[in-house]
C-alpha cells in the first residue's frame, strides 16, 4: 500500500517537471508508518527503502561497525544467487547527513564494488572489517578482501572443494554446495549439502579439521555455541552439538524436533545467553532451546507459512527478534513488552490474519514468556508483539540482518530493503 | 542489430554427449521487430497473434547460418528454438564438408535478458499481483479510483526504467550500446504514452471538459522539450533578448499554460515599453480564458457560453488590429482562436500531431465529447501529416485509442513492439475494468489469458525470472496450471534450496505429481553421490515407496558389508515414516533390535528379532543374518527365547533351510560357501536345541514352585 501511494507521488513528480530526462538521478522509495499503522508504536519501521538491483538476493550481511564507534552501520554486503552469473556485491548507504528537498531522509544505498561469484552464494558473513567469507554452491569457499582506497573487491583465499560428494564405488568427486559458514576469526566453520563440516583457519591451505558423514541428511545452518562448540540443524529436523575438543565423527548432543521430522533452516545464538538458541524451520516455524535442558524445543511458535530461511536475535537488544520466510514476510517479534494492560497476547498486524503467533503446545511445551529471555515460563507475561515489516508480500525474502537500529533484507524479486530507523 | 552472439562459450544441457567437441552459440530475437533478407532455408517466421495473419510474416535470418549451402534441423523449446545443420547422405556422392560445429539456441524475447528491463519485470509483478487481488465486489467510484492507481503505479515504474535507461545511455562508452539503449528509451517512453492514453479514455472514462484536462496534463508530460528550453531562457540573463523567447512563450500557449505565457508577456512589456499595452490585453485575454477547474461547479453549458464569449472577444481584437504591429503577440492571438493555418506553422514547435490534436481541441473544442475524439484526432493526423509522410506504427495504435478499438489497440502493440509485457499487462488492467470480456479468441482462452502465458513463458525460458512467471500463470483460469506444471518440471535443480523453493511452489498448488518427480530427482541424485540418508528422506518427503525400498536394500547392504548401520541419526528417528515400504519397516525395525540388544534388553530384543521373521517382512534372504544375530541370545546365561519362541526359531531355520537345498540342488556348485552355511545352520542347530531343553526345563520350574 505505502509502496504504491510513494509510485504514484513520483509520477505527479515527474509531471510537474513535465520531461522525465530532467529527472532525478537515483530512485528512492518511502515506506513510512508501517509499523506505526500496524502495530501499537513499539517498533515502528519509519522508513524503509527499496531498490531493485536485478539479481536475486540471497544473503545480506551488515559490515560490523569498528568496537567503540557510535556510528551506525552504512555498509553491507551481498550475494545472488540463479544468475548465470553471479556476484558478491559492496553497498553503501548514500547518506551524507543531509534531508532531501520533500524532508525525507536520502537512505538510497548505491553499489560501491562487486566481484564476480562462481555458483550460488549460499552463505556471507564478515571476517573482520575488510574481510568477506562466501559460501558456493559449487563447494567452495572464498574470502573476499575490499580496499576501501579505490574500492574494489579480490579474492584473498579460497578453498576449491571444501564440500563434495564421493559417488558409489568409484573415487570420483562431485562438488556438493556449501550450504553455511560461521566465523569467529581467524576460523571459519562451513557446513554443506554432504553432511560433512570443516573447520578452517585463515592462511591455511587445507581444512584444520574435518568431519566427515557428520550427518546423513543435508546440514543448512551453522553457528557458535561457545567457543570450541558450535551447533548445527539439519534436514531431518535436528540441532547437533559439536566439539572440537573431542575426536571422532559423533556430536556431543543431538536434540531434536519430534515426529515429522520437519527440516530446519536456520538457527541463531541468543547474544547474551549463549544457552538459549532459536531455530526456523520449513513449516514456518520457530522454535526456541534451551540446549542446557532436554533434548526437545522449549517453546514452537506458529509463525510463517513458508520456508523460515533466517532467524537473528538482535545483537545488542536480544528480547527483539527477526525473521524472513519464503513466503515474502519478514518479521519483528519483541518480547520486551511488559505493559500490564494489554491483554491480547499478541497483536495481529497487517492485513493479513496470519501475524496472529500461536504458542502451539507440544508435549514439552511450556508457555514461552519474556521478561528476561525467551526461555521463561511464567504465562503471566506471555506476550510478543510482532509487526511485519514489508508492506506487500510477494517473492521469498531469502536473508536479513540486523545491527544497531539498521535492518536489512534481500528478496526473489531482486529487491534490497533497508532501514536505519528500526526503534525510532 | 538484435542478434547477439555470444561466442561459442555454453553446451546446450540436454545433450550430454555432444559436449566435447560441439559448442552453442546463441541468437535472440524479438516479436515483431525482425530484419534481413528473406532467404529460405534458416529463417524463423512470426506470426502475428490475433485470429488472422496481419500480411506476411515476418522473417529473421539467423546469423551465421548458412542455408543455402547446408541442411538445417530446428527443435521446439520453451521459448527458445535449436537449430543445427545436418549432415544427409546424399545418393550420389559429393565432396566431404566439414560440418558446421554450433548449435544454435535462438530465443525468442531479446527483452528479457535486459538488466535494466528486470527491475521492470520484478517491480510490475508486485503490482500484478495486487492488482488480482482487489475484490471483484468493489464497485463503482472505489474501483475505479483503484484501478486508476494500479494504473499509475505501472506508469511510474515504465518511467523509473526509463529514467534509469536513459541515465545508462548516456553513460554508455561506446556509440553501438549506446543506441541501443536510446532506442529502449524511446520504446519505454511509446509504451508510457500509449498506456497514459489507454487510462485516460479506457480507466478513467473522462467526460467531456474533464477529458480536455487530462488530455493537457498528458501531453504536457509527453513533450518534453519544454523544461530544458525553459530553463534556457528564463535561466538567461536577458530573456528578452534570447534567440527562442518567443519560441518558449509561443509553447507556452499551445501548452494551455497561460500563467507562464502571461508571466513571459509581462517581462516583454517590462523591456519594450512600446508594446506594453498589447502585452497587456494579450495578458488579459489569456488570465480571463474560461477553462473548467476541478473544484468548480458551473456546469458544460455555462462554460460553452463563457467560453463563447471570450472567444469571440479575443476574434474582435485580431480583427481589429489590435496586435497588428507585433507578429509575435498576433501569432500567439491567432493561436488562441484555434486557427488551424496559424497552428500549423508551429509545427516544429507542437513536434507531433497528437500535441496539435490537443492544442487544437484546447482552443476550439474544449468540451469535446469522448465520441467526438476520433473524428478530429483523424483530421489532426491528416493536416500534420500533410500527406507528406504515412503514420508510423504509434501513429496507428494512437489513432486505435481514440476511436476507443481496444482490440485494435493490443494488436498493434503486439506487433509493434518488441515484448510481451506491454500488452499483458495492459490488457489484465483493462480486462479488470470489465472492457474486454465479449472477446474469445478461438484457440487456446480469452485474450488476456493468452497474453499473460505468453509473456509468463518469456520469463519461464531465462534462467532467473522464472519465479516471477509462476504468479502470472496463477491468474490464468484455465491454461495457467497446465504451462506451470510443464514449464515448473523444467527448471534445472542446482542446489537443494533452489528445489525446495520450486517444491514450495509445487505443493502450495497440490500440483502432487511434479512434487513426486523432483523428489524423486534429488532422491536419486543423493543414491548417486552415496547420500543414503538424504536419498531416504527425500523418498519419505515423496512417499515414494518403491524407492524406500531401494535405499533400505542399500542401508542392508552396507550393514551386511560393514557390520554397522550408517545415518543412524535417520533410521532412528523415522518415526511413522517407517510404514512407507515394508522393507523401511524392517530396516527400522532391525535397527531397533540392535538398540534393544545394545541397552541389553535382551526379551525384548528377541522377541522383536521373531516377530520379523514371522510376519514376513524380513525378505528371505536376510533371514540366516537374522537367525545369526539369535544365536548370541541363544547362548546368555539366562534363557531368553521361550519354549514356543524357540519352536518358532526352529521352524523358520526348516523352512530357510528347505528352500535353500532346493535352490542347491539346481545349481550345484559353490560349495565352499555351503560349508560355511551348513556349519552356520549346524550350530544354530545346536543352540536352539540347548535353548529349548534349558526353556523346557526353567518352564516346567517355574510352573511347579
Known amino acids: 500500500m505505502c509502496l504504491s501511494s510513494v509510485a504514484l507521488s513520483r509520477v505527479s513528480l515527474l509531471s510537474q517537471s513535465g520531461c522525465w530526462a ?12 508501517l509499523g506505526a499503522r500496524w502495530s501499537y508504536g513499539l517498533s515502528a519501521m519509519e522508513e524503509i ?10 544473503k545480506t550481511r551488515w559490515r560490523p561497525v569498528p568496537p567503540g564507534s557510535l556510528q551506525p552501520a552504512e555498509t553491507f554486503v551481498t550475494g545472488s544467487w540463479d544468475n ?39 552463505d556471507l558473513q564478515f571476517l573482520d572489517q575488510e574481510r568477506i567469507v562466501a559460501a558456493s554452491s559449487t563447494g567452495c569457499v572464498t574470502i573476499f578482501l575490499h580496499h576501501p582506497n579505490n574500492q574494489t573487491l579480490s579474492v584473498s583465499q579460497e578453498w576449491v572443494g571444501a564440500h563434495y560428494h564421493i559417488g558409489p564405488g568409484s573415487p570420483s568427486y562431485r562438488s556438493a554446495p556449501c550450504t553455511g559458514i560461521v566465523c569467529n576469526s581467524p576460523e571459519i566453520v ?17 581444512a584444520v579439521r574435518t568431519i566427515d558423514n557428520a550427518d546423513s541428511s543435508t546440514l543448512h545452518a551453522v553457528t557458535f555455541l561457545r567457543t570450541p562448540e558450535i551447533l548445527t540443524v539439519n534436514s531431518i529436523g535436528q540441532l547437533k552439538i559439536w566439539d572440537f575438543r573431542q575426536q571422532g565423527n559423533e556430536p556431543s548432543q543431538i536434540l531434536s524436533l519430534t515426529g515429522d521430522r520437519v527440516p530446519l533452516h536456520c538457527v541463531d545464538r541468543h547474544p547474551n545467553q549463549q544457552h538459549v538458541v532459536a531455530t526456523g524451520g520449513q513449516d514456518g516455524m520457530l522454535s526456541i532451546w534451551d540446549v542446557r535442558q532436554g533434548s526437545m524445543p522449549v517453546s514452537l511458535l506458529k509463525a510463517h507459512e513458508a520456508e523460515m530461511w533466517e532467524v537473528h536475535f538482535h545483537p545488542s537488544n536480544p528480547d527483539h527478534l527477526f525473521t524472513c520466510s519464503e513466503d515474502g514476510s519478514l518479521w519483528h517479534w519483541d518480547a520486551s513488552t511488559e505493559v500490564p494492560e494489554k491483554s491480547s497476547l499478541f497483536h495481529q498486524g497487517g492485513r493479513n490474519s496470519t501475524l496472529l503467533a500461536h504458542p502451539s503446545s507440544n508435549q514439552l511445551n511450556v508457555n514461552q514468556s519474556l521478561i528476561s529471555s525467551w526461555l521463561s515460563t511464567d504465562p503471566a507475561k506471555d506476550r510478543i508483539e510482532i ?6 508480500r510477494t517473492l521469498s525474502v531469502n536473508s536479513l540482518d540486523v545491527l544497531g537500529s539498521c535492518l536489512l533484507c534481500g528478496t526473489d524479486a531482486e529487491a534490497i530493503y533497508v532501514t536505519r530507523q528500526l526503534f525510532s | 542489430m538484435l542478434s547477439k552472439p555470444e561466442g561459442p562459450d555454453r553446451q546446450f544441457p540436454s545433450q ?103 527491475k521492470l519485470f520484478n517491480e510490475s509483478h508486485g503490482i500484478f ?10 464497485t463503482g467510484k472505489s474501483r475505479k479510483a483503484q484501478l486508476v492507481r494500479v494504473s499509475k503505479n505501472y506508469r511510474s515504474v515504465i518511467r523509473a526504467c526509463m529514467e534509469e535507461m536513459h541515465q545508462v545511455a548516456i553513460a554508455a562508452q561506446d556509440p553501438v550500446s549506446g543506441r541501443q539503449y536510446s532506442s529502449q528509451v524511446s520504446i519505454l517512453s511509446a509504451m508510457e504514452l500509449i498506456w497514459n492514453l489507454c487510462e485516460i479514455l479506457f480507466i478513467e472514462v473522462a467526460p467531456a471538459g474533464p477529458l480536455l484536462l487530462h488530455l493537457l496534463d498528458w501531453v504536457r508530460l509527453h513533450v518534453c522539450e519544454m523544461d530544458a528550453l525553459s530553463a534556457d531562457v528564463l535561466g538567461s540573463e536577458n530573456p528578452n533578448k534570447h534567440e527562442n523567447f518567443w519560441n518558449l512563450a509561443t509553447l507556452f500557449v499551445l501548452q494551455g499554460r497561460l500563467d507562464e505565457a502571461r508571466q513571459m508577456l509581462s517581462k516583454e512589456a517590462d523591456a519594450n515599453p512600446a508594446s506594453a499595452s498589447m502585452c497587456r490585453v494579450l495578458g488579459d485575454l489569456m488570465r480571463t480564458m474560461p477553462i473548467l477547474s476541478p473544484g468548480n461547479t458551473q456546469t458544460l453549458t455555462e462554460l460553452e457560453l463563457k467560453w463563447q464569449h471570450w472567444h469571440e472577444e479575443c476574434e474582435r481584437h485580431l480583427q481589429d488590429g489590435t496586435f497588428a504591429s507585433n507578429p509575435h503577440l498576433e501569432s500567439l492571438c491567432k493561436i488562441m482562436l484555434g486557427d488551424d493555418s496559424a497552428l500549423l506553422e508551429q509545427k516544429e514547435l507542437l513536434s507531433n500531431w497528437y500535441h496539435f490534436l490537443v492544442t487544437r481541441l484546447l482552443y476550439s473544442h474544449p468540451t469535446v465529447k469522448p465520441i467526438e475524439l476520433h473524428f478530429y484526432a483523424q483530421s489532426s493526423l491528416d493536416l500534420f501529416l500533410g500527406g507528406d509522410s504515412s503514420p508510423e506504427p504509434l501513429d496507428n495504435i494512437l489513432m486505435a485509442a481514440f476511436e476507443f478499438d481496444i482490440h485494435q489497440v493490443i494488436k498493434e502493440c503486439s506487433i509493434a513492439l518488441s515484448n510481451w509485457w506491454f500488452v499483458a499487462h495492459l490488457t489484465d488492467l483493462l480486462d479488470h475494468c470489465k472492457l474486454l470480456h465479449s472477446h474469445n479468441l478461438y484457440f487456446g482462452s480469452n485474450m488476456r489469458e493468452f497474453l499473460l502465458l505468453e509473456y509468463a513463458s518469456g520469463l519461464f525460458a531465462h534462467h532467473s525470472l522464472w519465479q516471477l512467471g509462476v504468479d502470472y500463470f496463477d491468474h490464468c483460469p484455465e491454461l495457467g496450471r497446465v504451462y506451470l506444471e510443464l514449464h515448473i518440471e523444467r527448471i534445472p535443480l542446482n542446489t537443494e534450496q533452489k528445489a525446495l523453493k520450486i517444491l514450495r511452489i509445487c505443493e502450495r498448488r497440490q500440483m502432487t505429481e511434479q512434487v513426486r518427480s523432483i523428489c524423486k530427482i534429488l532422491a536419486m541424485k543423493a543414491v548417486c553421490n ?43 528417528n523415522l518415526g511413522a515414516a517407517m510404514m512407507l515400504s515394508d522393507r523401511l519397516t524392517f530396516l527400522g525395525k532391525y535397527r531397533e533390535f540392535h538398540r534393544l540388544y545394545g541397552e541389553k534388553r535382551f526379551a525384548d530384543a528377541a522377541s522383536l528379532l521373531l516377530s520379523l521373521m514371522t510376519s514376513q517382512i524380513a525378505p528371505r534372504s536376510f533371514w540366516m543374518t537374522l537367525l545369526t544375530d539369535a544365536l548370541p541370545l541363544l547362548e546368555q546365561k539366562q534363557v531368553i527365547f521361550s519354549a514356543e519362541q524357540t519352536y518358532e526359531l526352529m521352524q523358520c531355520l526348516e523352512d530357510l533351510t528347505i528352500g535353500r537345498t532346493e535352490s542347491r540342488d539346481l545349481e550345484g556348485q559353490r560349495l565352499q560357501d555351503d560349508d560355511i552355511e551348513t556349519t552356520k545352520v549346524e550350530m544354530l542347530r545346536l543352540a536352539l536345541a540347548r535353548n529349548l531343553a534349558r526353556a523346557i526345563v526353567k518352564e516346567g520350574t517355574l510352573e511347579g514352585s
Open chain 2, 129 to 138: 499481483v495486487g492488482l488480482q487481488r482487489i475484490e471483484e465486489e468493489s
Open chain 1, 190 to 206: 562451513t557446513v554443506g549439502e554432504d553432511g560433512r563440516i570443516n573447520l578452517f583457519r585463515v592462511d591455511y591451505k587445507e
Open chain 1, 387 to 392: 509487526t511485519s515489516l514489508l508492506p506487500n
Open chain 2, 16 to 118: 550430454p554427449g555432444s559436449g566435447a567437441g560441439s559448442f552453442v552459440r546463441r541468437e535472440i530475437w524479438g516479436p515483431g521487430v525482425c530484419g534481413g533478407p528473406r532467404t529460405p532455408g534458416a529463417c524463423v517466421d512470426q506470426t502475428g497473434n490475433m485470429e488472422e495473419l496481419d500480411g506476411e510474416p515476418t522473417l529473421t535470418l539467423i546469423p551465421g547460418v548458412n542455408s543455402k549451402k547446408r541442411q538445417m534441423c530446428f527443435d521446439w523449446g520453451p521459448g527458445e528454438m535449436l537449430v543445427c545443420e545436418t549432415l544427409f547422405k546424399k545418393k550420389e556422392k559429393e565432396e566431404k564438408m566439414l560440418g558446421c560445429p554450433f548449435i544454435y539456441i535462438v530465443r525468442k524475447d531479446i527483452d528479457v535478458y535486459s538488466r535494466i528491463l528486470r
Open chain 1, 49 to 58: 527503502f527499496a531498490k531493485f538491483v536485478s539479481q536475486k538476493i540471497s
Open chain 1, 84 to 122: 548465470e552469473e553471479n556476484s558478491v556485491s559492496l553497498w553503501c548507504i548514500g547518506d551524507f547527513g543531509n534531508l532531501s528537498s520533500d524532508g525525507g531522509f536520502e537512505g538510497d544505498h548505491q553499489l560501491l564494488c562487486d566481484i564476480k561469484h562462481h555458483g550460488d552464494v549460499m
Open chain 1, 22 to 33: 530532467g529527472g532525478r538521478a537515483g530512485r528512492k522509495r518511502r515506506t513510512q508508518g
Open chain 2, 530 to 572: 552415496n547420500r543414503l540418508g538424504s536419498a531416504l528422506s527425500w523418498s519419505i518427503r515423496a512417499k515414494d515407496a518403491a524407492f524406500a525400498t531401494l535405499v533400505s536394500d542399500r542401508f542392508l547392504k552396507d550393514y551386511c558389508e560393514r557390520g554397522s548401520f550408517s545415518d543412524l541419526d535417520l533410521i532412528d
